[in-house]
C-alpha cells in the first residue's frame, strides 16, 4: 500500500480529531463500501498502540472486523493484541437470546396450557421486522453499560446509515413506547386494588421488569447524548451519493440531539497519483471536496489519501494504525 502520507496531511488530521481524543465512545458510520469497518479498526488500533484499553465492536450483520484482522470474532470480546480486544454482535444469536428473555420473563404469567401456543407467537415474532435491530440494541447498551468499566475507548463499527440512524434513535422511541405501556399496567393496577378495596397495592413484576427496561434505555440515552464522553464520526468518500446520504444522515440525527462533529473523506486521489484517466478523476473529486467543505462547515473534516493497495492485512493496518497513533495523546 501507499502509505506515503505528507506530513501537511498528518498535521492536519490532529488538528481535525482533538474533539474525539477525550471521548470515550466513538460510534463509526457511514454508507456502505467508503471504509467504515476499515477506519474502525485503524482508530481503534491507533488508540491501542498509545496505550489505552480498547474495544472495537462491529454491529453491522455483514461483519469486516474479523477479516481485516485475520482472525475468528464472535459475539463475545477477543483479544486481538495488546490492550485491544475486538466483539462482532451476531444478530441471530443476540435475537435468539432476546427473545428467550422475553419466555422467561413471562414464565409464572401464564397458564401452563397456553405456554406451548405463547413461545410459537414469541417465536414468529422474532422474524417480524424491528425484533432484530431491539435485541441488537440490546446488546449494545449492556456493553456501553458493563464494558465502560473495562475499557478506556470503545468503538463501535455500525451498519450501512439507515440501520445506524435506527439503532441510535432506538433509545427515544422505546422510551416513549416504556411510558405507554407503564401507564397502562398502572392504570390496571390501580383498577385491581379498587376491586380488592383493601387500599393494598397490587404486585405487578411485569411493571418491574418494564421500570427496569426503562432507567436500563435511559441510561443508555444518557450514554450516548454525553458529548463529552460519546462522540460519531461519519467516513464517506469524494462522490456525489456518499456525500447526500452523509448530508441527510447528520440532519436525521440531529433532530435527536445527536451531533456529528468529525467526517472522514476516504480514498481522496493523492497529488502523486498520475495518468489521464486518474488526472480527469481528480478534476471532479476537486469540485466534490469543496463541496463537501461548504456543507459540512459544523464538522471536522479529515482527508485521507487513495492508497495503491488495499489494507489487506494486518501489516499494512498497523503501517496506517501508526499513522493514526499520532492523533492520540499518549496514555499515561
Do not use: C
Amino acid at each position: 500500500m501507499g502509505f506515503d502520507v505528507a506530513n501537511d496531511t498528518l498535521s492536519k488530521v490532529s488538528d481535525e480529531m482533538n474533539t474525539i481524543q477525550e471521548q470515550k465512545i466513538i460510534f463509526v458510520g457511514g454508507k456502505g463500501g467508503v471504509g467504515k469497518s476499515t477506519s474502525s479498526a485503524a482508530l481503534a488500533l491507533s488508540y491501542a498502540q498509545s496505550g489505552y484499553n480498547t474495544l472495537v465492536v462491529s454491529t453491522d450483520p455483514a461483519h469486516n472486523l474479523g477479516d481485516i484482522f485475520h482472525q475468528p470474532l464472535s459475539h463475545e470480546k477477543k483479544q486481538l493484541s495488546e490492550h485491544l480486544w475486538g466483539i462482532e454482535i451476531d444478530s441471530e444469536t443476540e435475537t435468539k437470546r432476546y427473545m428467550n428473555q422475553v419466555k422467561d420473563n413471562l414464565k409464572g404469567f401464564v397458564k401452563s396450557k397456553m405456554v406451548e401456543e405463547v413461545h410459537r407467537q414469541i417465536d414468529l415474532a422474532s422474524a417480524s421486522p424491528g425484533a432484530e435491530e431491539a435485541a441488537l440494541f440490546d446488546r449494545l447498551i449492556t456493553i456501553l453499560i458493563e464494558e465502560q468499566k473495562q475499557f478506556d475507548k470503545i468503538i463501535f463499527d455500525t451498519a450501512p446509515t439507515g440501520h445506524t440512524i435506527r439503532l441510535l434513535t432506538l433509545p427515544e422511541l422505546m422510551n416513549i413506547w416504556i411510558d405507554g405501556m407503564l401507564e397502562k399496567r398502572q392504570k390496571t393496577n390501580e383498577n385491581y386494588t379498587q376491586l380488592l378495596n383493601d387500599g393494598e397495592p397490587v404486585d405487578d413484576p411485569i411493571y418491574d421488569i418494564l421500570q427496569q427496561r426503562k432507567e436500563k434505555f435511559s441510561l443508555a440515552r444518557d450514554v450516548i447524548l454525553d458529548t463529552e464522553r460519546t462522540g460519531f464520526v461519519f467516513v464517506l468518500i469524494p462522490e456525489r451519493l456518499p456525500i447526500i446520504e452523509t448530508k441527510h444522515a447528520i440532519k436525521q440525527l440531529e433532530q435527536h440531539n445527536l451531533h456529528v462533529r468529525n467526517l472522514i473523506v476516504n480514498k481522496v486521489l493523492p497529488e502523486e497519483a498520475d495518468g489521464q484517466f486518474l488526472e480527469k478523476r481528480r478534476q471532479i473529486e476537486v469540485n466534490y471536496l469543496k463541496s463537501i467543505d461548504e456543507q459540512f462547515k459544523d464538522q471536522a473534516v479529515l482527508k485521507v489519501p487513495l492508497y495503491k493497495e488495499d489494507i489487506s492485512d494486518l501489516g499494512r493496518l498497523n503501517v496506517f494504525a501508526d499513522q493514526l497513533t499520532s492523533l492520540n495523546k499518549t496514555h499515561a
